[in-house]
């Protein structure tokens, strides 16, 4: 007997063998174009001592080490940019003056427009900005127009009748911003928060166009150099899996972000004591009491 509940009916004998076939099939599937993959590597040689020998150079571990260093530095400097750019022009775009509102709504949408590579070599060459202020730069515009609009999204995401509820206790537009939406809608905010991060962290890999020597410059220089049999597919896969890591960081940073607020005591329920029958004025009976 199979049971019913108001969203979906819950699968039956022969629903689960075909789901389960489902499963083993994909996996099947996944498997083979796994070693498909490897066979072309081995088949084509890039597991070979001559492509990985470079590794064990010191000269090469500090170079990687410093275009690394260099590339959390782009990111760091970036992020912080773009999160204060982003909350300025979301202040701007909910302003009820409107020409606050319309310049910052130039503003963001223009940079929205803006191809991130362009701006980056625009403030590069035309402005002739060194390599490391160019990156961040470009990054910091972008991200943070994107970012501007996450934050207005989320407030205006928050119930209209929250910030009603404050103008009606008297409070100003400013605490009712900080003390009621913000808090809020960073909850609703976060992923989406991450998310454009991420993508600032994986856009500073654009700097080795302007000769920034981040992470992916330096691999660039390694896999470009005819004395290591050019061992590009090598340096693929030991740079990859390290912006991975640093993305699913960043995810994992976000998830402890949301969890630690949700145990905040400023998030946390308040336990009220049930309401017992008692005297509702000093020294005297309930009002609907009978009087003898």
Avoid at 135 to 149: I, K, P
Wanted: proline share 6%.
């Amino acid at each position: 007997m199979t049971e019913a509940t108001a969203l979906y009916d819950v699968p039956g004998p022969g629903t689960r063998r075909r789901h389960a076939l489902y499963g083993v099939a994909s996996t099947v599937v996944l498997l083979a174009l796994l070693a498909w993959i490897l066979y072309l590597l081995f088949d084509t040689g890039q597991f070979t001592y001559t492509k990985w020998m470079p590794f064990e150079y010191k000269g090469i571990q500090e170079l990687l080490l410093r275009g690394l260093g260099n590339t959390l530095k782009a990111f760091v400097m970036a992020a912080v940019l773009s999160l204060a750019l982003g909350g300025l022009l979301a202040t701007g775009r909910l302003s009820d003056h409107r020409p606050v509102r319309w310049a910052a709504t130039v503003v963001v949408e223009f940079f929205r427009a803006m191809p991130v590579l362009v701006m980056i070599f625009f403030i590069f060459v035309a402005l002739k900005v060194q390599p490391l202020p160019a990156l961040v730069a470009g990054l910091t515009l972008y991200n943070g127009s994107v970012l501007a609009e996450v934050f207005r999204s989320g407030v205006n995401a928050v119930e209209r009748g929250q910030h009603e509820a404050a103008f009606a206790l008297g409070m100003r537009k400013t605490q009712v911003m900080a003390h009621v939406l913000v808090p809020q809608a960073v909850r609703a905010m976060l992923p989406a928060i991450i998310s454009q991060l991420v993508v600032a962290l994986k856009d500073t890999s654009l700097g080795y166009l302007i000769t920034y020597e981040e992470f992916l410059h330096a691999g660039k220089l390694i896999a470009s150099n005819l004395d290591y049999d050019l061992p590009f597919i090598p340096v693929v896969m030991v740079i990859s899996p390290i912006y991975i890591g640093m993305c699913m960081l960043l995810s994992w940073f976000a998830g402890w972000v949301s969890r630690r607020e949700q145990r905040s005591p400023k998030t946390e329920a308040v336990a009220i004591a049930a309401a017992e029958p008692g005297t509702l004025l000093p020294g005297g009976e309930p009002p609907t009491a009978l009087k003898p």
